[in-house]
C-alpha cells in the first residue's frame, strides 16, 4: 500500500512538473522533439545557467535541457535551426565572461554536465589495447582521470584544475605545465562526435569529416557541440617530484624555462614533465593561493631574497616517477636543475601521488569556499605574449601596472608553437616560442572590481601602444570587428566555417562572435 502511495505521489509530482514546463516554455518547439531527457524551467535550474565562474555577467535562457544522449543534443539543435533560436551547450559554467550562456529571449542552455541518463554514467569507455578513452563531453577531467586510473593509464595534456568539462576545455585548446611537450589538450584528441549547427550528429577526426574536427577543436563552440571526445592515453606516472625555485632576475627566468621546454621530444629522463612558473610581487610575502607551498608558518619573505623591483619569479617544475625510476628520479632532477640559475637558497620540494598534484587547485577551491572566497567576481585575463616581447611586458606590467597588490596568481610559462596544430580555430601569437600570462584575480568588493577591470584595461592598451601583438586565451570581445583582429588571418576561415557549420548563427551566442537574429 505503501509502494503504491510513494508511486501516486512520484506520478502527480511529474505530471505537476511537466504541467509546469507546459505552461511556461518559451521554446514550445521543444515540447514535440521526443526528448529522452529532461526539459526545465525550475526556477532554481534557469537561475544555475545564468552565471558562471566570473560572476561578471548573466543571461537567462528560457529553457534548460539535460540531454539523456547525443540524440537528444542533435534534437534540441534540430528543433533550434528550423525554428530559430539560440543555443549554448554548457559544460561546468567555469568560463569568465558568459561564453557559455544565453543572452537572447528565447533560447535554451544544453547541461552538458549533468545528464539524467544512465549511459552518462558509464560513458568513459577506456580501450587499453588503442591507449584512447571514449567520454561524453560533458564529463569533467576529474572523472576521465578516475577511470583511466582503473587501468593505470592518464591522459598526457591537462588543465591546472580538473573540474573543467571535456567539451570546455576542447573549445578553447587545455593548456597547463605539459603543453611544451604534448600540445595543448586539443593536440591529443584522436576524433569526436560533434553535432553541427543543423542539427546533425557527425563522427569527426583528421582523415574523416576534418574539416569540422579541426574547426570544433578550440572552436569556442561555433561549429558544433561535442558530445564525444576519444583522448589519447599514456601509462600513469604513480609519483610526482614538484619542485619550485625562485628567480630575482626575469631575464634568467625566461632563459630557463626557454631553455626547459626546448628538451620537449627528449626521453623523460632528460627533461622535466612539466613547466610552468608564476610572478610574486605581493605584499613582501610569498602566499599564493594555488598551493600550501610556501606554508604560512613558514613564509618566504621577498625582501630576503633581494628581489629585483619587489617582483620575484617562480618557476615551477615536476617529474614523474614511478618503481621504474625511483632510485634514479634525484640523480635525473639533479643533473636537470644543475643548469639552471635560480636562487640557489630558494629551492622548494614536495612529493605526492600523481592524482594528487593534478588536482592540487581543487585543494585550493575547498580552501577558499570555506571562507566564500570561490564564488565572488574573477575579472581574470589570460594573454600569449610572445617571446621577443616579454622583457618589455615584464617592465611594463609586472614591475609597473601592477603595483604591488595582485589579488590573486599570476602564471606565466613558455609554450612551443610546433605542438599547436594550426588546422584548428585557436589562434597564438606568431612566434615560434610564446608565453601564457594569466591574470587569475578575484574581486573581494566593487571598488576591487573596479580596479582590477580597469587595470586589465591598462594592461591591453600598454600592449596595443607598444604594439605586443598579443592573443588573448579564453577570448572576450563585444564586437566582430575586435573578434576579426584577434583572428587575424585565420578570420575569412573562421567565418566560411561557420557558414558552413552554423549557417543560422544559433550556437553559442554567449561568444559574441557573430550576431544571431530569430
Ligand atoms: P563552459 O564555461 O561551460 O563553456 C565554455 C564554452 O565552451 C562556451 O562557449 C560553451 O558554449 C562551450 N562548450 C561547453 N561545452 C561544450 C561542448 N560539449 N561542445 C561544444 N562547446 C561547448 N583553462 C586552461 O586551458 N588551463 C587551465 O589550467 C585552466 N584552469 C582553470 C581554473 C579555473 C579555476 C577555472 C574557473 C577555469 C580554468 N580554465 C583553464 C579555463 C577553462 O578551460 C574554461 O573555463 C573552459 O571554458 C572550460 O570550462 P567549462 O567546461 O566550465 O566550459
Redesign the pocket.
Known amino acids: 500500500m505503501a509502494v503504491n502511495n510513494n508511486k501516486l505521489v512520484l506520478l502527480t509530482f511529474a505530471i505537476c512538473r511537466l504541467i509546469v514546463t507546459v505552461g511556461l516554455t518559451v521554446v514550445p518547439e521543444l515540447l514535440d522533439v521526443g526528448l529522452q531527457g529532461r526539459l526545465s524551467v525550475d526556477t532554481w535550474e534557469l537561475e544555475a545557467a545564468s552565471v558562471?565562474?566570473?560572476r561578471l555577467s548573466r543571461g537567462e535562457p528560457s529553457e534548460v535541457v539535460h540531454p539523456a544522449t547525443a540524440e537528444d543534443v542533435a534534437r534540441v539543435v534540430k528543433a533550434a535551426f528550423e525554428s530559430p533560436f539560440a543555443v549554448?551547450?554548457?559544460?561546468?559554467?567555469?568560463?569568465?565572461n558568459g561564453?557559455?550562456m544565453i543572452k537572447e529571449k528565447k533560447g535554451v542552455v544544453?547541461e552538458?554536465?549533468k545528464s539524467d541518463s544512465g549511459e552518462d554514467g558509464s560513458s568513459i569507455r577506456v580501450s587499453e589495447k588503442g591507449m584512447y578513452v571514449d567520454v561524453w563531453?560533458?564529463k569533467?577531467w576529474i572523472d576521465v582521470l578516475s577511470a583511466t586510473l582503473e587501468y593505470g593509464l592518464a591522459p598526457m595534456s591537462?588543465?591546472?584544475?580538473l573540474?573543467?568539462?571535456?567539451?570546455?576545455?576542447?573549445?578553447?585548446?587545455?593548456?597547463?605545465g605539459q603543453t611544451f611537450n604534448h600540445g595543448?589538450?586539443i593536440t591529443n584528441v584522436y576524433e569526436l562526435d560533434?553535432?553541427t549547427g543543423k542539427g546533425e550528429l557527425v563522427t569527426c577526426s583528421e582523415d574523416r569529416n576534418s574539416e569540422l574536427f579541426h574547426a570544433?577543436l578550440g572552436?569556442?563552440?561555433?561549429?558544433?557541440?561535442?558530445?564525444r571526445a576519444r583522448i589519447a592515453l599514456e601509462p600513469a606516472p604513480h609519483r610526482v617530484r614538484w619542485i619550485r625555485v625562485l628567480y630575482s632576475n626575469f631575464a634568467r627566468f625566461c632563459k630557463d624555462q626557454e631553455y626547459l621546454i626546448s628538451l620537449h621530444g627528449k626521453a623523460a629522463r632528460e627533461r622535466f614533465d612539466y613547466v610552468e612558473g608564476f610572478v610574486i610581487v605581493d605584499e613582501g610575502l610569498i602566499n599564493n593561493w594555488r598551493s600550501s607551498f610556501f606554508s604560512a608558518s613558514n613564509p618566504v619573505k621577498i625582501t630576503s631574497l633581494n628581489a629585483d623591483g619587489g617582483v620575484l619569479y617562480c618557476l615551477e617544475i615536476t617529474k614523474n616517477y614511478d618503481q621504474g625510476n625511483a632510485d634514479s628520479v634525484d640523480e635525473e632532477i639533479q643533473a636537470l636543475l644543475k643548469k639552471l640559475n635560480f636562487i640557489p637558497t630558494s629551492v622548494f620540494t614536495t612529493d605526492l601521488p600523481y592524482v594528487d598534484f593534478l588536482d592540487r587547485?581543487h585543494k585550493a577551491?575547498l580552501k577558499l569556499r570555506s571562507k566564500g572566497l570561490w564564488d565572488v567576481p574573477?575579472p581574470?585575463l589570460?594573454l600569449f605574449v610572445p617571446k621577443s616581447r616579454i622583457g618589455d611586458f615584464d617592465k611594463g606590467v609586472f614591475k609597473g601596472i601592477l603595483g604591488n597588490k595582485t589579488s590573486g596568481p599570476i602564471?606565466i610559462y613558455p609554450m612551443n608553437k610546433n605542438k599547436w596544430d594550426q588546422r584548428s580555430s585557436v589562434v597564438t601569437p606568431e612566434e615560434d616560442v610564446f608565453y601564457l600570462v594569466?591574470f587569475?584575480r578575484s574581486a573581494l568588493d566593487t571598488e576591487t572590481l573596479e580596479y582590477l577591470t580597469n587595470q586589465n584595461r591598462q594592461i591591453l592598451k600598454f600592449c596595443h601602444d607598444i604594439e605586443i601583438k598579443v592573443k588573448q586565451?579564453?577570448p572576450h570581445y563585444t564586437t566582430q570587428q575586435e573578434w576579426m583582429d584577434h583572428f587575424g588571418d585565420k578570420w575569412p576561415q573562421f567565418n566560411a566555417r561557420k557558414m558552413q557549420f552554423d549557417p543560422r548563427r544559433i550556437?553559442?551566442t554567449?561568444?559574441q562572435i557573430f550576431q544571431f537574429h530569430p
Open positions: 558562471d565562474f566570473g549554448s551547450a554548457r559544460g561546468h559554467g567555469h568560463s569568465i561564453q557559455a544544453i552538458m554536465g563531453g560533458g569533467l591537462w588543465t591546472d584544475y573540474y573543467l568539462s571535456v567539451g570546455g576545455t576542447l573549445s578553447n585548446a587545455g593548456i597547463s595543448p589538450q560533434v553535432v570544433v572552436g569556442l563552440g561555433q561549429f558544433g557541440i561535442i558530445t587547485v577551491e574573477h581574470w589570460n602564471l594569466a587569475l586565451y579564453l550556437l553559442a554567449g561568444q
